[in-house]
């Protein structure tokens, strides 16, 4: 059984997602990411890249 406390918690994620207050960052349609999604990954990707190959 799932704790009530978690069904809450993704009937609260659904409502904001309906609403609009929450965005995911992918078109509803194709899947592709968003432009201001796929380029947050994409700094994500290279600033983490930098950290990994940094010498201490």
Known sequence: AVP?????????IQE???SGELETGVDPVSGALLEAAAEATEAATAEATAEATATP
């Open 16 to 18: 904001m997602l309906r």
């Open 4 to 12: 009530q406390e978690v069904t809450d918690r993704v009937t609260e």
